[in-house]
């Protein structure tokens, strides 16, 4: 937790907070902070600063808190992601947000299994506990948007179009021919398909619809790690 994520119901007043449970026992077991321990700190959705420890129980931890700074520049990148694994989709989810993706779309392909849209990693208090796990890693307070599309082809057709305007769309692939564009300076759709890539029918369709192909080379990567080496390689 290199930042401590603060939320309006943890408020007793304008500047001061009470955190219990996951973060109270971050405080006391990880930082072993004591009264005076200042902690880097940040509003959801606002700005940043500073939590001085004032009061340490057994079951809470109160802070007085000063935020001042702004968060940090998100980059300017639109992730289309086909839904991997369950456990991938996690690390996917904390991995992107760490990184500054504040925009994902999770869509199907013919090589996700169909159970992986019933796994409960979906539901609204799991996307939301995996987000805020990368903002606090990543020293950020803003909430990415997270939506998923089941149906492939209407979501490529019809959504695709306006979400690329005004960026450079892209769609890794292994057998593209261009390698992936390195610190490419602009704002990019990116799409990444399940492990082993989209089929030939799908990247025929992101072709179609403005995608540019390009792969990462020879190696085969879990998803989570594709993402981490193409965002390194873009920005």
């Known amino acids: 937790m290199n930042l401590l994520l603060l939320f309006e119901e943890d408020f007793k007043s304008e500047n001061k907070a009470r955190l219990s449970g996951r973060r109270a026992e971050h405080i006391r077991s990880i930082h072993r902070a004591e009264k005076g321990k200042v902690l880097q700190t940040g509003m959801l959705n606002g700005k940043q600063g500073t939590g001085?420890?004032?009061d340490i129980a057994d079951d809470y931890v109160d802070i007085e808190v000063s935020l001042t700074e702004p968060p940090p520049e998100s980059i300017p990148l639109t992730l289309i992601c086909a839904l991997p694994?369950?456990?991938?989709?996690?690390?996917?989810l904390e991995t992107g947000t760490a990184m500054g993706v504040k925009q994902f779309y999770f869509t199907t392909s013919r090589k996700?299994?169909?159970?992986?849209?019933q796994s409960p990693v979906l539901n609204e208090d799991s996307v939301f506990k995996h987000i805020v796990m990368g903002l606090e890693q990543g020293k950020d307070t803003v909430l990415p948007k997270?939506?998923?599309r089941q149906k492939f082809k209407p979501f490529v057709e019809d959504e695709t179009p306006s979400l690329i305007k005004d960026a450079f769309?892209?769609?890794?692939?292994?057998?593209a021919g261009e390698p992936c564009p390195h610190k490419i300076g602009k704002p990019v759709v990116l799409a990444i398909g399940p492990e082993g890539g989209?089929?030939?029918?799908?990247?025929e369709l992101f072709i179609a619809?403005?995608?540019?192909?390009?792969?990462?080379?020879?190696?085969?990567l879990r998803v989570e790690y594709a993402l981490t080496a193409l965002l390194a390689k873009l920005y």
């Open 198 to 203: 989209f089929s030939e029918y799908e990247v």
């Open 169 to 175: 769309p892209m769609i890794a692939h292994p057998a």
């Open 112 to 117: 996700v299994e169909k159970s992986y849209w």
């Open 146 to 148: 997270v939506e998923f």
């Open 209 to 220: 619809n403005g995608f540019n192909p390009f792969n990462l080379g020879a190696r085969i």
């Open 52 to 54: 001085l420890v004032v």
């Open 85 to 92: 694994r369950p456990q991938s989709f996690k690390k996917v």
